[in-house]
């Protein structure tokens, strides 16, 4: 941001004084400056002399902030805010203090911006938290998936009034009919309302938990993030290769922690009982199904299954 002082540099001495005074002048009689001498009649004009920096920088922000080229673009000192004048008779003398004001965009981006640190991704497109949502458009995108739109909007309806759930939702479809997305979306408006979440993305995350073997401290950090948060979503659960440890210890410990207390959401391919088959197997030790059975606990009786209909939107 120019400051009066900037504004005067390469001026040569001989035009200094003269330029000097012109640009004083042009300050004391800004609009800006002409209310503060209405406002407060009984401020001399030496006091405005005194802060021509403060009184410049105020006025050029202000215009700045008239023509405002967006907030990326902000020229003034301080992106999204302007600076603003405060004046106090102290002890009988006049002073004059400037601070630091945000504009609505600013006010705007912050507010976005403590929203998105109250959801954690791991392995997931984090766009899908900073989309803007629109509810009659994900609605009248497919009308197949309808149905299921209006039972994910009644639930976080239903949790914005009466507080945090027991139970999520289990929203099971074909390939691309946009469960991420809807997920996304239920993140998103209870995060504004003051909720923590966290979406998993399985097939990834399964891969990275097994390396995180070595690094037992990381490992616990992660696992008591998803134990605590409100929110956890499990996206694209049955597409991972499961190991009975990161099932048992790591995916079961999760949702035993979880049940009763905080609701976890599920996007799969797989309905409940195919989702039970896969729990049942794994590469090492083959087919287990009470170990199926036991995770499969912790899930069917603390979700809604909402079936998400239509076309792959992907295409």
């Not at 994910?152 to 507080?163: R, S």
Request: neutral net charge.
């Amino acid at each position: 941001m120019e400051s009066l002082k900037e504004a005067l540099k390469g001026v040569s001495v001989t035009r200094f004084a003269g330029d000097s005074e012109r640009l004083m002048s042009e300050v004391l009689r800004d609009p800006l400056v002409q209310k503060l001498r209405e406002r407060y009649p009984d401020m001399g004009e030496s006091v405005l002399r005194a802060n021509l920096n403060r009184l410049y920088q105020m006025s050029k922000e202000y215009r700045n902030c008239k023509a405002c080229p967006g907030l990326e673009q902000c020229p003034n000192d301080m992106q999204g805010h302007s600076t603003v004048i405060t004046c106090s008779e102290v002890n009988g003398r006049w002073q004059i203090t400037d601070h630091k004001s945000p504009c609505a965009k600013w006010t705007a981006y912050e507010h976005q911006q403590q929203i998105r640190r109250r959801i954690t991704g791991f392995f997931v497109d984090e766009t899908i938290f900073g989309e803007t949502y629109d509810e009659m458009e994900m609605d009248n995108l497919d009308e197949d998936r309808s149905l299921a739109v209006h039972e994910l909007l009644a639930y976080v309806a239903v949790t914005k009034e009466q507080g945090l759930q027991k139970h999520g939702l289990y929203l099971v479809g074909s390939f691309g009919t946009g469960k991420t997305y809807m997920a996304g979306y239920l993140l998103q408006k209870l995060a504004k309302k003051g909720f923590t979440g966290v979406m998993v993305y399985m097939p990834d995350f399964v891969e990275d938990v097994k390396a995180l073997m070595l690094e037992p401290q990381k490992l616990k950090e992660t696992i008591t993030l998803m134990k605590e948060a409100d929110l956890l979503v499990f996206d694209d659960i049955g597409a991972e290769n499961l190991s009975p440890w990161v099932r048992d210890h790591v995916v079961g410990a999760i949702l035993n922690y979880r049940m009763n207390r905080k609701p976890t959401f599920y996007t799969s391919n797989h309905d409940l009982d195919a989702l039970e088959k896969h729990f049942s197997f794994t590469h090492k030790e083959g087919e287990e199904m009470h170990k199926g059975q036991r995770l499969m606990d912790r899930v069917r009786p603390f979700v809604q299954v909402v079936h998400v209909r239509g076309r792959n939107q992907r295409g």
